[in-house]
């Protein structure tokens, strides 16, 4: 079983419209999750992170966690084209709090 | 801030060859990792220091040493390098201050022929 499984992708979305992106991890003592944007030819880099149930709100961007599902999503709201990128979901391993693994990413294009 | 520095951007290089890839953080940041970045693989851990004096093994060790030098510096070496090492490499550092979020820098992209 992978440990952290993203939608497959790619996934395309109107200008304006709401983008979901959808993470599953397989490690119940995974307690920092995260999610990083990366343009193609780029770095990773941080879009937000989430340590406790519930949802995180940043701008347009929203992260939810639910702990008992195993289950982390990021939404962004009022997506532009410049949102058109790769979104990788990266989990903290159980017993390590600072050892992330990472989903493959899910391509995501903001079509104007 | 430089954040996290990474050189070379570009090596090709022969197989059987060797060669060090640099990495520098003036973040203060505790901990470092690299990673490997391959077409439908994701990111993956080659090594990790979550301090300085100390090295791990991440997922993919093999063909690959690294030294901490110092808090800034962490070197990945690959002593003989193979086709199959063909990758983009990133160098990312953390600390228990930042909430442990891991800051990557630009990335090193190595051909193996």
């Known amino acids: 079983q992978k440990e952290v499984e993203q939608n497959s992708g790619p996934l395309s979305v109107p200008e304006g419209a709401i983008a979901s992106l959808n993470c599953t991890y397989s490690d119940r003592g995974s307690q920092s999750f995260f999610w990083y944007r990366q343009y193609s030819g780029k770095s990773p880099e941080l879009i937000m992170s989430?340590?406790?149930?519930g949802d995180k709100e940043d701008g347009r961007f929203t992260a939810q966690l639910n702990k008992a599902s195993q289950y982390v999503s990021l939404l962004i709201r009022d997506s532009q084209p410049s949102d058109s990128a790769t979104y990788l979901c990266a989990v903290t391993r159980g017993g390590s709090n600072y050892k992330l693994t990472f989903g493959k990413g899910t391509l995501l294009t903001v079509n104007p | 801030n430089a954040g996290v520095t990474q050189t070379p951007k570009f090596q090709v290089l022969k197989t059987g060859q060797s060669m060090t890839l640099q990495c520098a953080q003036d973040?203060?940041?505790?901990?470092m990792y690299w990673y490997r970045q391959d077409p439908g693989m994701g990111l993956r851990l080659i090594y990790y220091?979550?301090?300085?004096?100390?090295?791990d093994k991440g997922e993919v060790p093999n063909g690959y040493n690294v030294s901490r030098l110092n808090k800034r510096e962490f070197s990945l070496r690959l002593e003989s390098a193979a086709p199959s090492q063909t990758s983009v490499y990133f160098c990312?550092?953390?600390?228990?201050?930042?909430?442990?979020?891991?800051?990557f820098g630009p990335g090193t992209r190595l051909l193996v022929l």
């Open positions: 989430i340590y406790s149930n």
């Open positions: 990312a550092s953390s600390s228990r201050l930042a909430g442990e979020t891991q800051y």
């Open positions: 973040m203060n940041h505790n901990s």
């Open positions: 220091s979550a301090s300085e004096g100390t090295t």
